[in-house]
């Protein structure tokens, strides 16, 4: 006999609420905040990040109140766009290209599917350090 998973003995009304509980956690809205941001692609540096101007323009869109200005240098100089970034493409939401930074192979799972998601995201946290998420290959 095979195990059951947790997963698989929620009851429907179960994983509704965990749904909409993943989805309404900040870090989620962050993220579909950084998938949609890049859209159908961004440009990219030669070190695969988002360019200064496009960088203040998440930064500002992932907090309102953000003091980032177009003279920044790179997209390193801003901790809040950097650290979401860097989750995004670690959990396999956003791809990067030699030239472009692009929506990545589980951009949907956003939201369609909330437990991929999760799931994604609890693979990358565990396979690299909260701290500093490596990038996701080109």
Known sequence: MSPVSPSSRRTHVERVELAQQVA???????LRT????????????????????DGVALARMLDPSSQATRDIRSMNDLPEVVHAFGWAGAAGFLAR???KIVAGPFALDIETTLDRSAARLRAAFRS????????SQR
């Open 24 to 30: 309404a956690a900040p870090a989620m809205a962050r």
């Open 128 to 135: 690299r350090s909260m701290t500093s998420p490596q990038r």
């Open 97 to 99: 290209r030699p030239t």
């Open 34 to 53: 950084v998938v949609e941001f890049v859209g159908s692609g961004r440009p990219a540096t030669q070190a695969g990040n988002l360019k200064p101007a």
